[in-house]
């Protein structure tokens, strides 16, 4: 038999057909960037046809510029991840023998079970105990903080129906790994007797399983102080095992002999109030620190809690990487894409990041000078940008949904041949009060870094109440009192979006990722499904985004750094995110009210510059659309990503941005708030009618409203002011971009004008955001006539 170590565990394509074409592409809108360039560069030295005419004002001029290069700067960064577009293929056929693998550790971390439901939580542990990988290897950590108790006793009922679902999924091969999802399928077909009695056996405890869930839920009330836990306690590390009621009367057919049911550990963390806990990140670190005496896998997954594991084979394809001499001494982490299976066709709020935040101005602010268009070149994060970043050091950590190396995250230098023991001599006793400074006071922790290869006895851990105890000890508070955790060990503490500073902290150190979108969906979430938590997300991201890329952490300055610099340059793209609202607001005011007041800002039609104006806006829709047909989505679809992103820019970018200040100058601190995931079936019902619920906070909705009121004043007296002046030539632009903005505005104005139910923009939203537009129009009147 050929050995397994002979032939290649993964296949990597670089797509050069397509690199090329864009490259092509690039440079050619290039070119028109320059036309255009020079076209407003022109107006200050009174070589523009419109100056002559004393038609233009140059204030309005200066600031669209402004506008346009610092669209120019972001475009730039963007470029590179488009050079080398990559994709990859596993074949975890050819790896070594099970008892040749190495461990894995699964995290999986939730907080508030009001907003996480216990029994959506419990799937996720569950399909993350099924992976097809041998039980005895494979770890799963519950980080709780909430330390509520309806969490930890689903825990153990989770346990208990594992020991009924792993040997089912075993003994048929079962694909679709998470019990909700399975039992949501149509039954199979043409089955064997045996099957169908076994299939109905399991469901019917899956049904038990479900009915003590929620009937604990139920017990214990939404409101009740042991649901959502005390905000002060000390730390509870418990190992999920033993018998429970729904273990008896197994059929002997689910229940092998050889089958090792993998370790289950709950674990909430202390918290005290004068205590900081860091969000997210902090549970990682806990997780990280805990496992490390329990189980010490040197390969940790990474869950959120509503990520469950749909197929089984994700733990094996990682490896394909992560054991791969050739590439393995500098890999971090193996990304999975995020997938959801609660998005329906149209999506209206874009929940699966089809398309990235910088494209929203050009779809409901189209008056935005036309050279925007080939600035925001339209992108699917995980179909096209990703691919991308792989194909240079690797995309960034993305929350959820990767095999990622323990070394990486404890901060040892990358191995290129050098025993971890070797460079971590525990034995010495400098070398080990510095590894204390660096990683706490824990002996057992330390003498684990040493051992992260080497096998650890769970049965025995099982029964020991010292581990247990140090495991307490690790996760209580003052731990990481004078430690380098959160800044030099972990998970990082300097933003609420710790997974991308983290990626960027690792890349820059040399670490490189690899991204893996297998065709069929490894993992699969819940979408938020409502706009109101869409937006409150959207805010804790580009505030914690744009936190990085205003300080020293910024990936194109931070220093020592070993990440390549195209690289730098898509990183710091993605940390100026929020830096959208500065031209939005430009765009989205300026050229309306000109277009009202008869103040040209593009050429006359007659004018050779206008081809340049007009190519680019042309190609470029063709281009975002053609984007969005590729993946198999509608043009219906193409549509709702920009009505989301314009959405998204002028509330998720601004209040962003002014957090992310207020943090800085010290007037606010982060927050961190997780998001429904719930999902009552009164917030879905406009989603599954391809509708926006506007049932939102008036901060998000006035700043929305105001700029589409204002819009369509300016269009329509503007086109009034076209007929009576017959200026056509002049203002087609300006018109006809309008009218454009009018096509992408059409479900705000909707939602202020002839919806009548409860997800319509409310009244008082409605006339706040009128009187605002007035100012504007107001300012614009003085401004441009006086």
Request: with cysteine; glycine share 6%; net charge neutral.
């Amino acid at each position: 038999m050929e050995d397994s170590h002979s032939v290649p565990l993964h296949h990597c394509h670089v797509h050069k057909l397509r690199a090329n074409l864009f490259k092509t592409y690039a440079l050619v809108h290039v070119l028109a960037l320059g036309a255009i360039f020079y076209y407003r560069g022109a107006f200050f030295f009174n070589e523009t046809p419109l100056k002559p005419y004393n038609l233009v004002h140059p204030f309005p001029w200066f600031l669209i510029f402004a506008a346009e290069i610092l669209l120019s700067f972001l475009w730039i960064l963007k470029q590179p991840m488009y050079w080398r577009p990559v994709t990859r293929t596993a074949f975890p056929e050819r790896l070594p023998k099970d008892e040749e693998l190495p461990r894995i550790d699964v995290f999986i971390c939730t907080t508030d079970p009001n907003k996480e439901p216990t029994f959506e939580v419990m799937n996720t542990v569950v399909s993350a105990m099924a992976l097809d990988y041998p039980g005895e290897k494979l770890s799963v950590y519950l980080s709780d903080d909430g330390c509520a108790s309806v969490t930890l006793e689903g825990m153990k009922e989770a346990w208990a129906f594992a020991a009924w679902w792993l040997p089912f999924c075993r003994r048929y091969n079962v694909k679709t790994i998470c019990p909700l999802a399975y039992f949501d399928q149509p039954e199979e077909e043409s089955q064997s007797e045996e099957f169908i009695q076994d299939r109905n056996a399991v469901k019917e405890r899956y049904e038990f399983f479900k009915k003590q869930l929620r009937s604990k839920t139920r017990t214990n009330g939404t409101n009740d102080a042991n649901t959502t836990g005390p905000p002060d306690h000390s730390s509870l590390i418990q190992v999920i095992a033993g018998s429970s009621s729904i273990e008896a009367n197994k059929p002997s057919t689910l229940n092998p002999q050889k089958l090792e049911m993998p370790l289950l550990v709950y674990v909430a963390r202390e918290k005290r109030p004068s205590h900081p806990h860091n969000f997210k990140a902090g549970a990682l670190n806990t997780l990280l620190r805990v496992s490390s005496i329990l189980s010490n896998a040197p390969y940790i997954l990474v869950l959120d809690c509503d990520m469950y594991c749909n197929d089984s084979i994700s733990a094996r394809q990682a490896m394909c990487f992560h054991l791969d001499p050739k590439i393995s001494p500098t890999l971090g982490w193996v990304q999975y894409p995020q997938k959801f299976h609660t998005v329906n066709e149209s999506d209206v709020y874009d929940s699966e990041m089809k398309s990235v935040w910088l494209v929203s101005m050009t779809s409901l602010y189209a008056d935005v000078v036309l050279v925007y268009m080939v600035l925001s070149m339209h992108s699917c994060i995980y179909e096209t940008l990703w691919p991308g970043s792989d194909g240079l050091q690797g995309p960034v950590i993305s929350g959820t949904n990767l095999y990622v190396k323990r070394e990486a995250l404890y901060g040892i230098p990358i191995n290129h041949g050098t025993s971890i023991s070797s460079t971590y001599d525990c034995t010495s006793g400098n070398n080990l009060a510095k590894l204390k400074d660096c990683f706490g006071s824990s002996n057992e922790f330390i003498k684990s870094i040493g051992q992260i290869h080497k096998p650890k006895a769970i049965k025995d851990i099982e029964l020991s109440s010292t581990l247990i105890r140090e495991a307490q000890f690790l996760a209580s508070c003052n731990y990481e009192k004078g430690t380098k955790w959160g800044e030099q060990v972990g998970y990082r503490y300097d933003s609420v979006v710790e997974d991308a500073l983290t990626g960027y902290f690792l890349q820059s150190k040399g670490w490189r990722s690899v991204y893996l979108n297998p065709t069929t969906a490894q993992f699969l979430g819940s979408a938020i499904t409502n706009l109101n938590d869409q937006l409150i997300q959207g805010t804790r991201w580009q505030s914690g985004l744009l936190e990085i890329g205003l300080s020293n952490n910024c990936p194109l300055i931070h220093s020592p750094s070993k990440m390549q610099f195209l690289h730098k340059m898509c990183a710091s793209w993605v940390v100026f995110w929020s830096l959208d609202c500065l031209w939005s607001f430009c765009f989205a005011t300026i050229p309306p009210l000109c277009f009202l007041y008869g103040t040209p800002l593009y050429p006359k039609v007659s004018d050779p510059f206008f081809l340049a104006f007009a190519f680019v806006f042309a190609s470029s829709r063709l281009k975002t659309l053609n984007d969005t047909l590729i993946i198999g989505r509608s043009p219906r679809v193409w549509l709702n990503e920009h009505r989301i992103h314009l959405i998204k820019t002028v509330t998720c970018c601004v209040y962003g941005s002014l957090d992310c200040m207020m943090n800085k100058l010290g007037l606010r601190q982060a927050n961190f708030l997780p998001t429904n995931k719930a999902g009552g079936v009164d917030e879905n019902k406009y989603y599954k009618m391809g509708k926006f619920d506007f049932r939102t906070s008036h901060m998000f909705l006035i700043p929305l409203v105001t700029l589409v009121i204002l819009n369509l004043a300016c269009f329509l007296g503007g086109v009034a002011r076209v007929i009576v002046a017959r200026n056509w030539d002049a203002m087609f632009a300006q018109m006809f971009l309008s009218f454009y903005v009018l096509i992408m505005s059409f479900p705000v104005i909707e939602g202020v004008v002839f919806r009548k139910d409860d997800g319509r923009v409310p009244s008082l939203a409605t006339l706040m955001s009128t009187a605002a537009s007035l100012v504007f129009l107001s300012l614009g009147y003085f401004s441009l006539l006086h």
